[in-house]
């Protein structure tokens, strides 16, 4: 259970959270991040890291991971705090208007001023219809391998037909008892050398491959213990399994946020564009998830609301100072 | 004018009026008439999250490409008429066509 103190906690790690880190660095705020996905960039690192991006001011062209890695080198001098991989749960105000953040991992974040730069939401993995799957969940059934170790010696069934599905049928191959691939098409499209070594393995006997099938229901007592799937031909068939990871890709849901009593609408949150405060004091919303009259969803407008609402979260990080306005040009940027 | 019918999700049939030479994507034409897709990656074919079905239409728009099948692959259902609406450019051919909404996740 981590304990952290900071001024501002930005939910929402992407472009935009990124660079809410560095306008409040240049007022001496300090930041802590949370994001759902493993890795900071949100869906420019996720979705599409090698697409280019013409429209950021002062680069003709610069691909999705570049942006990201140059927002993560100008924020450096101010240090910013990451909890990765977890995703915010719940909101308490304290007496003195501060807030307590807790995610599901029991990371507990005290802050002055909450920062939602939450995107389109947090990534949340597909899930598919099958009976039974979420009574299994935690109990066999995962959508992500955080720790592979964690199926060693295992019966692991992994369903999907991408990237992930391919990838990860391989690594486990080498640490599971067993490994089963099962994929409703007959083919892979993902990258031609993950395919490549999945149909080598089955042939070698590593893996059990299933193609033209789903996983339709799952039984088992306490844990899973076994999967059903069916064929294209509507042929019924069992397997014995203590773990199924579905890898369907992932989709972005607005999660524990849309009960916050925050104004919403239409999965975005309303705010007051001359600070882009929200109806609840001291919490603000930037880029894609909030929403005004003339809204466009762009990285740099992101950006521009990032550098109002540091301005105006100074007053409650500094309630007794005044703040002042200074160009980076002329007092530069002061690590801390 | 094109005229199609959206089916939403929950069956109901719509009709949805578009002026000729918008330059759109059916994508672009769902938003903007206010139909849940959530379009994650704003219509580069990479996320699935505007997957609809052909109903009716022409031949040739039954057939997904390939950067869609590369996306349509990784998902746990879909029809042989799967398309990703971001990837259908709005031309006066498509008059009377009929498309689903797919995927309400």
Known sequence: ??????????????????????????????CHLIDVLPQVGGQLSEIYPHKPIYDIPGYPDITAQQLIDNLMLQIAPFNPTFSLG?????????????????????????????????????????????DRLADFEGKGVAYMVKNPEHFRGKKVVLAGGGDSALDWAV?????????????????????????????????????????????????????????????????VSHIEADHLIPLFGLSPKLGPIAEWGLNIDRSAIAVNTVDYSTNIERIYAIGDINTYPGKLKLILCGFHEAALMAQSAFKYVFPEQKLSFKYTTVYGVSAF | ??????????????????????????????????????????????????????????????????????????????EPSSRLACQIRITEDMDGMVFKLMGGD
């Open chain 2, 1 to 78: 004018m094109i005229n199609l019918t959206i089916i939403d999700r929950d069956g109901g049939r719509m009709p949805v009026e578009i002026p000729e030479g918008i330059n759109l994507s059916l994508m672009e034409v769902l938003k903007a008439s206010e139909y849940e897709i959530l379009a994650t990656c704003g219509g580069m074919a990479l996320c699935a999250t505007c997957h609809v079905q052909v109903i009716e239409g022409p031949e040739q728009y039954f057939t997904p490409t390939d950067a869609e099948l590369d996306v349509l692959d990784t998902l746990p259902y879909v």
């Open chain 1, 86 to 130: 977890e995703r915010v749960e719940t909101l308490n105000r304290r007496e003195d208007g501060s807030y307590d953040i807790k995610t599901d991992d029991g990371t507990s974040v005290h802050c002055q001023v909450v920062v939602i730069a939450g995107g389109l939401g947090c990534f949340e993995p597909r899930k598919p219809e099958i």
């Open chain 1, 171 to 235: 690594f486990l191959s080498n640490v599971a008892e067993r490994v089963t691939l099962v994929h409703r098409g007959d083919t892979f499209r993902g990258a031609p050398d993950s395919a490549g070594k999945v149909f080598d393995l089955a042939k070698e006997g590593k893996i059990d491959l299933i193609l033209k099938s789903n996983v339709v229901a799952l039984t088992g007592d306490d844990s899973l213990q076994e999967i059903t799937l069916l064929d294209r031909n509507n042929q």
């Open chain 1, 1 to 30: 259970m981590e304990q952290i103190t900071t001024d501002i906690c930005i939910i929402g790690a992407g472009p935009v959270g990124l660079f809410a880190v560095f306008e409040a660095g240049l007022l001496k705020m300090r």
